[in-house]
T-cell receptor, first 115, second 113 residues
Framework: ETGVTQTPRHLVMGMTNKKSLKCEQHLGHNAMYWYKQSAKKPLELMFVYNFKEQTENNSVPSRFSPECPNSSHLFLHLHTLQPEDSALYLC??????????????FGQGTRLTVV | AQSVTQPDIHITVSEGASLELRCNYSYGATPYLFWYVQSPGQGLQLLLKYFSGDTLVQGIKGFEAEFKRSQSSFNLRKPSVHWSDAAEYFCAVGETAGNKLTFGGGTRVLVKP
């Protein structure tokens, strides 16, 4: 148990579907992140949220839409995905700034398959 | 822009033997450096981190890493591996303690009986 919980653990969706990934952190952190881990590329940062505000979008296609309603919850809304979007999506959180910084704590990921 | 290179994609080691995983980074300032481990189907678990101070860092599960600024390296070592150490290992550099991590491509470790 890392304090960062992701649901669902596995998801299969068609290219015309709309689905959402959920992440919840119980660590009191102020920053949350989405990372993508695909078979052929290194782990890559997608989005960064600090205090619910998006501070980084790493050139992610608009078919991925993040939402951060509060500092404990982070969503990734998916629509009209492509098969190459199949990957493990990892959520992480950290305490960033304010004089108390921590490393990133990761969830177990959602394995997404687009068919 | 920061970058991380892990030159070895796969390493096979016998149980009880020593292990060293290489990591080289490129970063314009003093880096925050990390090693994470990932077991199949799991997320990332932090093994150890370097922020400042002593360049030899001790981590969990008997791992250690040494920061060498002159070589831009942060290699991970373990004196005697156990079968449970079979996993994929990722080196990462960050702008701060946990923010905006850039990962290397990973090294998959196989442990022979």
């Amino acid at each position: 148990e890392t304090g960062v919980t992701q649901t669902p653990r596995h998801l299969v969706m068609g290219m015309t579907n709309k689905k959402s990934l959920k992440c919840e952190q119980h660590l009191g952190h102020n920053a949350m992140y989405w990372y993508k881990q695909s078979a052929k590329k290194p782990l890559e940062l997608m989005f960064v949220y600090n205090f619910k505000e998006q501070t980084e979008n790493n050139s992610v296609p608009s078919r991925f839409s993040p939402e951060c309603p509060n500092s404990s919850h982070l969503f990734l809304h998916l629509h009209t995905l492509q098969p190459e979007d199949s990957a493990l999506y990892l959520c992480a959180s950290s305490q960033d700034g304010g004089g108390t910084n921590t490393e990133a704590f990761f969830g177990q990921g959602t394995r997404l398959t687009v068919v | 822009a920061q970058s991380v290179t892990q030159p070895d994609i796969h390493i096979t080691v016998s149980e009880g033997a020593s292990l060293e995983l290489r990591c080289n980074y490129s970063y314009g300032a003093t880096p925050y450096l990390f090693w994470y481990v990932q077991s199949p189907g799991q997320g990332l678990q932090l093994l150890l981190k370097y922020f400042s101070g002593d360049t030899l860092v001790q981590g969990i599960k008997g791992f250690e890493a040494e920061f060498k600024r002159s070589q831009s390296s942060f290699n991970l070592r373990k004196p005697s591996v156990h079968w449970s150490d079979a996993a994929e290992y990722f080196c990462a550099v960050g702008e701060t303690a946990g923010n905006k991590l850039t990962f290397g491509g990973g090294t998959r470790v196989l442990v022979k009986p």
